[in-house]
């Protein structure tokens, strides 16, 4: 259980790796998850250490594969995760991992390639083949000879055939269903109303071959009388991004096209098919592999980052890694670096070596799956110092103290589908029922479980009740002090008559304040007392003696005193006296204020004003206590330290500041001659200066 409450202990180790078994030591000691380790290259930059190329190789295959995920995803295609933690390839293995890789992202890009093309030209042949069917239409209307009688001339015959005929040309296109009416404006106001525009909606979206949407578009047909008007026609429809295509103007010529168009719409959907069929082939098959691929190949980054935060001696033929570790898992580490040797077919065996430091360890706590969510809760406020007491222990008072806000009965039904935390939650709702049959509250509502214990027929019998009494009193008072009509304490939690009661709020509301203001200050209490174990680990007397006690005693005089009243109140009086019962609240304000005139507010007990008075005063001698004598008993630590601290060499003091910097040779009269001895005892001084101890 100590790992439970305290950190664990760690040790600096020196790991002496051999070149062709670093690899699969620390792929070892990474499904360890055992160790941290140093970068000892820290004055290198990452693009200039050993194993960048392996790096680089890594992230181009993640990428790559990251392409392929998108791709499945697009054609939501389910990725199938078993949960399976593949083992990591070797060093050899990621030549052949790239070519797969390499071949899937080009099939992919080919036929996506492909299939935007034949999209494409899907998109035009339809769209020519709503041109010539709407087209015909148009044409057919005009063709319509009730139509020319109704449109006919008003001139003459013979007038008629005194001019030129009139020859129009037209061009045809789609475009946009939405840009129908800017168009038509915009091609009134340039060519003054010299064309004749017809338009017909597409019934069915066309797919836009780039961005795979559906897009509504409407066939047009514009006519118009010479080549002037005919650029400026193409360049508004250049401008909108119409789609213009050649229409015959025969309608023999339209109906060869349009079949012509249909059989090659026909050979590109069979086409389009089998070019899908393809591509959901080559996706399926990658979706069955890509998590693991993912985590191989992360696992290979992983590695070789490790590995650039090693050294390389003069041989190249090992590396030299630092790492902090548990004491209590120095047998398990050694294993991983005999089976990482061993998978790498080494003879030389790798060499684990701990070392002396004076930095302090990196904090680690051991969790399972339970403890994993309390500890990700205290690390989310702060992770602790190194052997520090681990609040994670106590971390489930927390959701104790949840369940005092959320009291309802039901409240764990609401968390009912959430994983994701599923233990930090279930002790929430746990905690949650407790303190529901507590307040006997469930949906705003109480629970007759055991029967209430106040009865109102002792009242008729023995207190003179009668029907007409009832009627004549909309709120009538039960009292205790009859027979009968109160059985004792309920035997758990609230009584239910409390759900009717006119004062049920106020009475409710008290209850609850009371409950949290105990648990509370207990558990503020309980907080400050976990300080003591920290401050005795560490043997620090100065934080115990001017932190922990004058703490506990400023919380233990104010707001122990006021958990003492409340048990008091509670216990000194009863149902039949409650009404005599003094206020608290008024009783802890007045405290402060060293008021006790109110005669409306009777004392708890004799000799109250007297144990408040002291209490208070208590309380406000713990804060210079706390806040003044500490501070000045360091300042006199610090200048005893700075000033009477000294190292003799020879008859040579030397001041032992808190750094190097401050550190001042003071030469007697007798040795200033001895300029070259001086020098000698100077470099002495720097070697055991304070800042060169402990390192490596």
Request: charged letters at 20%; aromatic letters at 12%.
């Amino acid at each position: 259980m100590g790992e439970l409450f305290r950190s664990e202990e760690m040790t600096l180790a020196q790991l002496f790796l051999q070149s062709e078994a670093a690899y699969c030591c620390v792929s070892e000691l990474g499904e360890l998850g055992k160790v941290q380790f140093r970068d000892l290259n820290p004055d290198v930059n990452v693009f200039q250490r050993k194993f960048v190329n392996e790096v680089r190789r890594c992230e181009e295959m993640d990428r790559k594969l990251r392409f392929v995920e998108k791709e499945i995803r697009k054609a939501n295609i389910p990725i199938m995760d078993t949960g399976e933690n593949p083992e990591v390839p070797f060093p050899r293995d990621m030549i052949d991992l790239e070519a797969n890789f390499e071949k899937i992202e080009n099939e992919l890009k080919e036929i996506n390639t492909n299939q935007e093309a034949l999209k494409r030209n899907f998109l035009e042949l339809t769209e020519l083949k709503f041109i010539l069917r709407k087209t015909q239409q148009f044409f057919d209307e005009m063709a319509d000879p009730d139509l020319l009688e109704e449109s006919s001339s008003l001139l003459e015959p013979n007038e008629m055939g005194r001019g030129t005929p009139l020859r129009l040309g037209f061009v045809a296109g789609v475009i946009n269903r939405e840009r129908i009416p800017t168009f038509e404006r915009m091609l009134w106001r340039v060519c003054r109303g010299n064309v004749f525009l017809r338009q017909a909606e597409i019934e069915n979206p066309l797919e836009d071959p780039v961005t795979g949407d559906y897009v509504h578009k409407s066939v047009f047909i514009i006519f118009f009388q010479g080549d002037q008007l005919k650029n400026r026609v193409k360049k508004i429809c250049e401008g909108f991004r119409a789609s213009l295509y050649p229409c015959p103007e025969t309608p023999q010529e339209r109906k060869e096209m349009a079949s012509g168009v249909n059989t090659r719409i026909d050979d590109l959907q069979m086409v389009l098919n089998q070019t899908e069929d393809h591509r959901q082939r080559v996706l399926q098959a990658a979706a069955k592999n890509i998590r693991v691929w993912f985590i191989k190949v992360r696992k290979m980054k992983a590695i070789y980052h490790t590995l650039n935060l090693c050294n390389i001696d003069v041989t190249q033929k090992c590396l030299i890694a630092e790492v902090w570790c548990p004491v209590t898992d120095l047998d398990s580490i050694q294993f991983a670096l005999r089976r990482g040797t061993e998978h790498s077919g080494s003879t030389v065996p790798s060499i684990l070596n701990r070392m002396q430091t004076n930095q302090t360890p990196p904090t680690y706590n051991k969790t399972n799956k339970f403890t994993c969510g309390f500890q990700n809760i205290v690390d989310a406020y702060g992770i602790g110092t190194y052997r520090e007491i681990n609040p994670e222990a106590t971390c489930y008072e927390s959701k104790f103290l949840f369940s005092v806000v959320f009291w309802s009965l039901t409240s764990a039904s609401m968390f009912s589908t959430v994983f994701s935390g599923r233990y930090i939650i279930l002790l929430m709702g746990i905690f949650s029922i407790y303190t529901g049959l507590i307040y006997n509250d469930c949906f705003s509502k109480s629970l007759n479980i055991f029967g209430s214990s106040w009865s109102v027929r002792p009242m008729f019998d023995g207190y003179n009740w009668t029907e007409e009494t009832l009627r004549g009193n909309p709120v009538l008072q039960l009292n205790p002090a009859v027979l009968g009509v109160f059985g004792g304490p309920y035997p758990f939690g609230i009584d239910p008559i409390w759900n009717i009661a006119t004062n049920k709020l106020t009475f409710l509301n008290s209850f609850k304040m009371k409950m949290s203001v105990i648990l509370g200050i207990i558990h503020m209490m309980f907080g400050v007392s976990l300080s003591l174990f920290n401050h005795i680990y560490f043997k620090r007397p100065l934080n115990i003696y001017f932190g922990f006690i004058p703490e506990i005693i400023f919380m233990t005089s104010l707001f122990g005193y006021l958990v003492i009243l409340i048990f008091y109140k509670w216990t000194a009086y009863d149902a039949q006296t409650s009404e005599k019962a003094p206020s608290l609240l008024i009783h802890f304000i007045n405290m402060f204020l060293f008021s006790y005139g109110d005669s409306g507010n009777s004392m708890l007990y004799s000799g109250q004003k007297g144990i408040q008075c002291f209490l208070v005063v208590v309380a406000l001698l713990c804060v210079p206590w706390m806040l003044l004598i500490k501070p000045l008993v360091l300042r006199h630590q610090y200048l005893r330290r700075k000033h009477l601290g000294t190292l003799n060499f020879g008859g040579i003091r030397v001041g032992n500041g808190p750094t190097e910097e401050d550190a001042e040779i003071i030469q007697h009269d007798q040795l200033s001659t001895h300029s070259e001895d001086a020098e000698e005892v100077r470099s002495v001084v720097r070697a055991s200066s304070p800042s060169t101890l402990g390192q490596p």
